[in-house]
Structure formats: structure tokens, C-alpha cells
């Protein structure tokens, strides 16, 4: 069974940084895709970055050259560098993998399962990011 375990996190004022890591154990490969959805109360949630299964990534516009993803195959880690944050990003931030997947995918293709289904997923139990101005 795999599971996610996330950390980071936290508060800063607007134009700080912050990072998210999520350890993820279970899975037999290394090639598996993965990414970040985050929630912000009453909002729908919202699929950020993603990396595909050769390492290639894709972000959503809002946080394109503000974030980066890595992934760490030897730490089974996942990374997400948050940079000049703003007050809108402050959300629930979740770590997600796929989930049953045999084939390789793209980061688009993976944002876009994210997006469209994103209950199909492993995921992490989210921490709390918040910026304030």
C-alpha cells in the first residue's frame, strides 16, 4: 500500500518562500507520477504542478516562475519550492500519485488526471500554507 507523508509548510508575508516535501513509500518503481493539488476554503480544489513519469513538469498558470517541483527517486521524496508567494496562494496543500497507473505519463497528462480526477490518486494528509500581506 502506498502511503504520502508530507511536511513543510506553514505561514510567511507575501514575497517569502516556503517548501513542501512528501516522502511516499509502497511503490516498487521509481518512474510513478506525481504531484500538487491545494485547496483554499470555499474554493474548488486546484491541481498546481505536476511531474511525469521521466521527470519532465508542468504547472498551472497561476504558479508558473513562482514554483518549482522535483522529485528525489533515490529519497522517494517529492518536492514543491514555493516562491514569491502571495496572499492567494494560501490553501491546503496535498501531495498526490498515481494510483494503479502502468503507463508512463507525461506531466500534462498527469496535471490533467489531477484535475479531472483527483479522488483516483494516493494522497498526503496536507499541511497549511498561509500568506499574509
Known amino acids: 500500500q502506498v502511503r504520502l507523508v508530507q511536511s513543510g509548510g506553514g505561514s510567511v508575508q507575501a514575497g517569502g518562500s516556503l517548501r513542501l516535501s512528501c516522502v511516499a513509500s509502497?511503490?516498487?518503481?521509481?518512474?510513478?507520477?506525481a504531484g500538487w493539488i491545494r485547496q483554499a476554503p470555499g474554493k474548488e480544489r486546484e491541481a498546481v504542478a505536476a511531474i511525469g513519469s521521466s521527470g519532465d513538469t508542468q504547472y498551472t498558470e497561476s504558479v508558473k516562475d513562482r514554483f518549482t517541483i522535483s522529485k528525489d527517486n533515490a529519497k522517494n521524496t517529492l518536492y514543491l519550492q514555493m516562491d514569491d508567494l502571495k496572499t492567494e496562494d494560501t490553501a491546503m496543500y496535498y501531495c498526490?500519485?498515481?494510483?494503479?497507473?502502468?503507463?508512463?505519463?507525461?506531466?500534462?497528462?498527469?496535471?490533467?488526471?489531477?484535475?479531472?480526477?483527483?479522488?483516483?490518486?494516493?494522497w498526503s494528509q496536507g499541511t497549511q500554507v498561509t500568506v499574509s500581506s
Open positions: 509502497g511503490y516498487t518503481r521509481s518512474d510513478y507520477y
Open positions: 498526490v500519485s498515481e494510483s494503479g497507473t502502468v503507463m508512463s505519463m507525461t506531466a500534462p497528462q498527469a496535471l490533467g488526471l489531477m484535475s479531472a480526477l483527483p479522488d483516483h490518486h494516493y
